[in-house]
């Protein structure tokens, strides 16, 4: 399944994220701090959804409430939803 989620509160505009059954497959995320999000998504690919969320929620950048990992959070919590 392909889901396509868009960030709020921070640099990053697109998050394209496929999953395959429970696991993250490939996550594409377009503007933000190019290198660490590519290494973020190269982190999560074949990761359980699950442990990823546990793992990068509630993260915060500087004084924003959010991170772009938070947001890859949320994206990855309504791609669980949308599956149900």
């Known amino acids: 399944m392909e889901f396509t989620y868009r960030p709020r509160g921070v640099c990053s505009q697109l998050m394209e994220i496929e999953v395959e059954g429970d696991k993250i497959k490939h996550v594409k995320v ?3 701090c190019s290198g660490n999000l590519q290494g973020i998504s190269r982190l999560v690919e074949g990761m359980e959804i699950k442990e990823a969320i546990s ?7 500087g004084f924003k409430p959010t991170s772009c990992p938070d947001q890859l ?3 990855l919590k ?5 599956e149900e």
């Open 55 to 61: 793992r990068m929620e509630g993260i915060r950048c």
């Open 30 to 32: 377009t503007g933000g």
């Open 73 to 75: 959070a949320k994206a």
């Open 78 to 82: 309504q791609c669980l939803e949308a």
